[in-house]
């Protein structure tokens, strides 16, 4: 089947946090967790109708105890069928709420496409599907986890299929921005190797690399670093989840493992040979890849720098040394904090624009902090 | 050989630093680049004479207009000298400075310990050899990247070998103290199989999943989120410095790559042949591997939770979270900041004491901030 990139293109003026004329409610939430939750409440603020199911009556209760609409009944015919289920159960879902509501507009928040979509092509009304992929979630889950504001500013895929009504990509598109996310424009299949490169492939690495720590000795751990928490803190998420999503996804990640097997072997000969200039490649081409990352507010990438300082690890220290760039008038792009074993003191790294950086280690030091330069 | 994990067991009472009566100086730093010239600052600090030299003149200019020491002279009699010179020169330096430097100490800075231990050991005055090696280091290189308190906190690795003569332990530990690190005791090959398990595997897994990117269309990177980005963090480090560390530690990181083979074998047979349960015990092991990462001050761990909080991107108003978290009594114990594109408002995550969050989730909504429950 061709990949249409047609609707990847597609422009639209519509600011994020405004909601179009195509989308006019009623919304119906099937799945009341975490996910279906935060669109019913995002629907809610904006004064639509929001309707929830949910094969836990006790998650219908909460979602509509916290604002996110009310209980389904019979009669109720909604505009759009909002899919939020588990993964291995999106497909099934997604046929059951074209057939339930005929005329309505179904999209769905899974994390993989092209499955759900081949699951309902050849049936009556898939024109009406539209697939969808909220780049959002929480270590937390369930409706009592779920916020309006999940998805601000967050990418949400949308995955219009060749046969997808435009009128129905409209609608979904209303809902992407009324829940405030950035609409990032996919065919079914694009949308599934996508995730497989940025999510799925780095999750599996994330996870190698942890598994290795388990059968390290306790004082062999104390040399743990920022590097190592960082390289695994993706894994601790929940495998029955993970191991669904992956699952559902087998082809595009099979691909890039494959990829990532003849590269590991690369990198065995190398160092089993030390072949430096071979394992020098290896590594040149994990640098090339950090630096095709967006950068923050999807805007071109802008050159930043560390600004390395001691922070004392008491209750303030850190809000005076925040409140002191304030003063400085730099932008702080993001923040580290080192875990340091054994002493009271934190080492803050701080990512500004490189532009800016010596302006502020020179402010920061006048104010009597110890930098790193 | 054996392991003796005599010395890796010796506790000392003496606060981090402080320095102790073994060590009086003149202490002489070979290679005055980021690490060696911190270790003059850190020294000049607590009034030690430190002697520098350099096969870079200008780096030993540059560091003695820092103050972290003087040019070394001929006549000059070093009591400790400390090797910090790139990862493929450390064994030689070490042999150098034996024999230039009789009867004083010796140890390195250096990112694995067989090797320049086992390049020494036949020399006369081996017994003079302790090995070192501090968790710390910047972004940055070369002197002006220096500082005193570069290694305040962190791990340093303190590896004598069976024939290390005790009283050169004590000045080695005299120096990692006085320079504010806390001593990790390992032997030679424990420390090289610890830094494979915790730093060089996960680097070449990090670059393994960073190298995806590269070929990645830009709209499927588009859907990058902040756990792509942790995962491939590390994967930006310097190729020629870690094809040194890691070629330097060829035998501790092939037995665990040959694990990591192993595990992604059993991960692409698993996916292949949609066996869940399979790919779940994978998953598990990676997250039983989160778990045994030493807490934060190297405590026994303590349950967190993560708060997350919707802070519009502009400067100050990251610095009024801090200072409102700080109002409420919580300490903060880690923050992480999601990159949004398209969006004026960032997520921030505070990372805090499980008993502490709903405390603090109440404490910020009376204060009007908008938490993600």
Known sequence: MPETSGPAERPRG????????????????????????SVGLACRRSGLEVLLSDVSS??????????????LEPGDRPELVVVAVPPDHVGEAVRVA?????????????????????????????????????????ERSGPLAASASLFDGRPWAITPHPESDPAAVEVVEDLV??????????????????????????????????????AGPENHLALSGQGVRDVTRVAAGDPRLYSQIVGANADAVLDL??????????????????????LEDVLASG??????????????????????????????????????????????????IDHDPGRPVGLVELVVEDTRADHLLGSLESRGWETHR
């Open 14 to 37: 519509l600011p994020a946090g405004q909601r179009g004329d195509w989308l006019t409610g009623p919304v119906l939430v099937v799945g009341a967790g975490l996910l279906g939750t």
């Open 58 to 71: 006790e998650h219908v209760r909460t979602a509509s105890g916290m604002g996110a609409g009310r209980p």
């Open 98 to 138: 074209l057939a339930a509501h005929p005329g309505a507009v179904v999209t769905d928040v899974g994390s993989v496409k092209t499955g759900p979509w081949q699951s309902v092509r050849e049936q009556a009304g898939a024109a009406s599907y539209v697939g969808g992929h909220p780049m959002a979630g929480s």
């Open 177 to 214: 921005r009324l829940c405030g996310a950035v609409p990032v424009w996919l065919t079914p299949q694009e949308h599934d190797r996508a995730v497989a490169r940025t999510s799925h492939v780095p999750h599996l690495l994330s996870v190698l690399a942890a598994a290795r720590l388990a």
């Open 257 to 278: 493992l494959g990829e990532v097997r003849e590269q590991l072997d690369a990198v065995i000969a190398a160092v089993g040979a030390g072949d430096r200039s071979a």
């Open 287 to 336: 640098v090339a890849g950090t630096r095709v990352i967006p950068a923050k507010h999807g805007g071109p990438a802008r050159p930043m720098r560390s600004v390395w300082v001691s922070v004392p690890d008491h209750p303030g220290e850190l809000a005076r040394l925040l409140a002191d760039a304030v003063a400085s008038e730099v932008n702080v792009e993001d923040i580290r």
